[in-house]
């Protein structure tokens, strides 16, 4: 079976969670001896892992006819593909699209980011998406998150070959509430239309069904699943330099991760021990305004900020820590207390995440409840056997949250649209 | 006869280095030696080589009637021991002519006076203490860091038996009263006050390279010329500025040294002389006094210390700061007590103002407030485990004072037991 994938992100430049679920779920679909996976990215950087699928990037395929020596390709391209494709790519050229800015090789940029002008590269996205969606040879089409949905529906009017959108998060999500209504606008349409709708939780499921007006019958759960760490990965070790615990929150700082719920429980734990600290890990638009509040609660002396951390920093940080906390608000999923969970780290997570929904061995909580919150982490640091407990038992269980199983249930998924 | 009392500030802050969490326990090195360096060569070559030079020229030149005083901080001299002993050793040159005037600080041109007497009494005797080894000289006239002053500050320094301090002339303290007379303190008259001509003072530290002033450029004819019409009874102008006006906040094309360099020889001229701060009050008697409820300084358009304690995260970082402050009194460990003052330094919570926001505090290295809070917050929690693990927390401070003299004592005591023996025991012999 072939699918042919619309993706933002792939690892391992990313900015979110979007990225790890896309390799992830990839990487286990592949698992099965007959699965083929085309995923189209805008911008690939060219050290991608393509061993188990083949990336095609946006900004590499050619929307007008250049007439460019193959040496010129190999030079230009050969890090992101075989030149060929670049010859077939160009023979699919549906349409004259001289109007858009394209350079000597007849391709557009694209920052692969989330830009100001964001409308206009997912625009840009789906035009692509007919070049490719004719050049290539598929029976399903894929669609990961609202970005790419305009792509997959154009592929899909193209070729007739039946659409399956995976929401790894709506726009209630990351809004509170305040909906943006382009995006809306764009969510909706691509649900709508689509033959099938992939949620990573019930959580997601029942906003897709209650705010898009869904059919239930057409929306299925798909949790995600954790890729195991790597020997790399395993053998860091912890750089913690203090006596304290540490209780750690790490994502981006912004409305939908709830920061401000956990410098109030941070204040609350301080107030009845000493010997802890906490660390707010990564950055974003509400960071100022959380350093602000740690001054005012008078904890800033134990309340650290590191500012964005990326790559092997983010394990490092996770494993000089004793408990971490993720109070979101409105989480999709949330892959984050997974990883910490594989480090050996006892998690608390809000009853508003979607790995909720599959964790037993972690402490849940509405991210609401400071005092549940506070009087939880005090526990952990507290109660050697409560930490030890969390930190055995949550390893056996997210071992065994596989990305291997999430791919057999999309394989459903596929086939039963299909018939 | 009027007479100018030319004053200069040298300071530099210790810069602190990118201090990460991680480095919280494991790291107890907290500067930025590469840029405290690089920042201080660079102000030292600009201007404090070339400035030493100027003066020592002008007080030869004019037989010792040009005169000068200097107010520089524990923190910068010792950044200077040991990027740029040059500029010390032009500093002692000058010292010897007689005709300079070094004035007493605090140690770390810290905000201590706002926060602790007792740290505050600490450091300005520490800081006279390095003045006197360095320049041969007790220094008698008091010059809190910044300028900052208020009826408080000016009891503790009275207490401490200073005769007179510099502060600003403030438009919040004089109302209609004009600097250039000498004051006293509404609260202890024994303290007479300089304040410092906030007009003329500025007319060269800020505006001297101003095109768009109306009155460029100045020269020192012009400068003297407007002295000289003030009233026949002011007889009084304080020109405080930083040691940088010369070289470095006015760089040596805009002919400031030109002009320093002619302002003896004009005023001099028009029988206006030069005063260091103590001969002037021995000269002259204060007219009035003056009140001073709140803080004041020379720092931005208030002239208080909101650039310093102005927000949340300044208050906070002082607070806590300040909090462990009897601890560290305790502490015998060398490297603490350096930290300490180092900690202290002013410049550390000018950065954390938010006056220019969303842009950096003036002079800042960092990107904005909330990053020096931070980057201060992690330094300061370190610090804070270090003076905690000298002494067990569970002892209060007042407990441990004790056992800690019966310590000290102790030591006495033997010592005192051990020689009687030796004695008794050669007597014995004998």
Known sequence: MKALMFGWEFPPHILGGLGTASYGLTKGMAMQPDMDITFVIPKPWGDEDQSFLKIIGSCNTPLVWKDVSPEKVRERFGKYMDPQDYYTLRDHIYSDFRYLNTNEFGTIEFSGRYPDNLLEEINNYSIVAGVIARSNNFDIIHSHDWLTYPAGLHAKTITGKPLVIHVHATDFDRSRGNVNPRVYAIEKDGMDNADHIITVSNLTRNIVIEKYHQDPKKVTTVHNAVEPLSPEIEAIQSKKGTKDKVITFLGRITMQKGPEYFVEAAARVLKKTDNVRFVMAGSGDMMNQMIRLAAQRNIADKFHFTGFLKGKQVYEMLKSSDVYVMPSVSEPFGISPLEAMQCGVPSIISKQSGCAEILTNAIKTDYWDIEYMADAMYSIITYPSMFEYLKEEGLKEVNEIKWEYAGQKVRKIYESVMK | ?430
């Open chain 2, 1 to 430: 006869m009027k007479t100018i009392c030319l004053y200069f500030q040298i300071h530099q802050p210790v810069r602190l280095k990118r201090y990460r969490f991680f480095d919280i326990g494991s790291d107890h090195y907290y500067y930025d030696d590469f840029s405290n360096e690089d920042i201080l060569r660079g102000i030292a070559d600009r201007s404090f080589l070339r400035a030493n030079a100027m003066l020592l020229d002008l007080i030869n030149a004019h037989n010792g009637k040009f005169k000068v005083a200097f107010s520089v901080s524990g923190a910068v001299l010792e950044q200077l021991e040991i990027y740029v002993p040059e500029a010390i050793d032009g500093l002692k040159e000058l010292a010897q002519t007689g005709c300079v005037e070094f004035l007493s600080e605090t140690y770390g041109h810290s905000l201590s006076c706002l926060y602790s007497e007792d740290e505050f009494k600490k450091q300005v005797e520490d800081h006279a203490e390095k003045i006197e080894l360095l320049f041969g000289k007790k220094p008698k006239v008091f010059r809190n860091t910044e300028l900052i002053y208020s009826d408080e500050i000016g009891d503790m320094v009275h207490r401490m038996g200073y005769k007179g301090m510099l502060t600003e002339g403030a438009k919040h303290l004089l109302g209609w009263k004009s600097p250039n007379y000498l004051y006293n303190s509404v609260s202890s008259p024994g303290l007479k006050l300089l304040l410092r001509n906030m007009k003329f003072s500025e007319d060269i530290m800020f505006r001297f390279s101003n095109y768009s002033w109306s009155d460029y450029p100045l020269t020192a004819d012009k400068f003297i010329n407007w002295i000289n019409a003030l009233p026949e009874s002011e007889q009084l102008i304080n020109l405080f500025m930083n040691y940088e006006t010369l070289g470095s906040v006015q760089p040596a094309d805009t002919g400031i040294f030109e002009f320093f360099k002619a302002l003896p020889k004009f005023a001099l001229d028009k029988a206006i002389s030069f005063s260091t701060p103590s001969e002037v009050l021995n000269k002259l008697k204060p007219v009035d006094k003056i009140s001073a409820p709140y803080p004041c300084s020379w720092s931005g358009e208030e002239r208080d210390t909101s650039a310093w304690t102005g927000n949340t995260l300044q208050r906070e970082a002082l607070k806590k700061l300040y909090n462990i402050g009897e601890r560290v009194m305790l502490c015998a460990d060398r490297r603490i007590k350096q930290d300490w003052i180092y900690l202290q330094v002013s410049d550390h919570f000018r950065f954390m103002s938010t006056k220019y926001f969303p842009g950096p505090s003036v002079y800042s290295p960092y990107e904005n407030a909330y990053d020096a809070f931070s980057n201060y917050m992690n330094v300061l929690s370190d610090f804070i485990t270090r003076v905690n693990a000298q002494y067990p927390i569970s002892i209060d401070n007042e407990e441990l004072n004790a056992l800690l003299t019966t310590i000290r004592n102790q030591e006495n005591t033997i010592a005192k037991l051990e020689s009687d023996l030796t004695k008794l025991k050669k007597k014995k012999a004998v």
